[in-house]
């Protein structure tokens, strides 16, 4: 009797182990996919802040990067970027946004043809179509940094 009540008492611990490694996978899986989550919405941010203010670039042909205020993006962090394509009167905009600090970021692109201004500053228009979650150039070193 004692041996059949620790044999269901040992069924019963190999079981209850079973479920905590199941529900520890489960609770990593949904903390990523928040942490994605709040990484996607601050690029998106990022990408809808840069597309629709002025912009003041200079000659170089380098990412110009702000990075935005706690009020636009709630929790992490975000940042936009511009820089001029290699197709003639487009530019490429870069929204990136991060779950924390020294997490992964995510990427969004959008390209937009931009109307300069009597101030300097340039005015962008996205493109139909130009919205992308890759790098929209043939050359894959061209969105590096």
């Known amino acids: 009797m004692i041996l ?9 611990m190999i079981a209850l182990n079973s479920l905590q490694q199941q529900l520890s996978a489960g609770l990593a899986l949904t903390s990523h996919q928040h942490r994605y989550a709040i990484a996607w919405e601050n690029a998106a941010s990022s990408l809808s802040w840069g597309v629709s203010e002025p912009w003041k670039l200079t000659a170089q042909t380098k990412w110009q990067c702000q990075t935005l205020t ?3 993006v709630t929790a992490g962090s975000g940042r936009t970027c511009v820089r001029p394509s290699l197709r003639e009167d487009v530019f490429v905009v870069r929204g990136e946004g991060r779950a924390s600090e020294g997490g ?4 969004l692109y959008q390209q937009v043809s931009a109307q300069k201004q009597a101030d ?3 005015i962008f228009s996205p493109l139909r179509q130009g919205w992308l979650d ?9 969105c590096d940094d």
């Open 4 to 12: 059949s009540i620790m044999v269901m008492m040992g069924l019963g």
């Open 134 to 142: 890759f790098c929209p150039e043939a050359d894959e070193l061209f």
């Open 104 to 107: 992964e970021p995510v990427l």
């Open 70 to 72: 706690a009020g636009i």
């Open 120 to 122: 300097g500053l340039l």
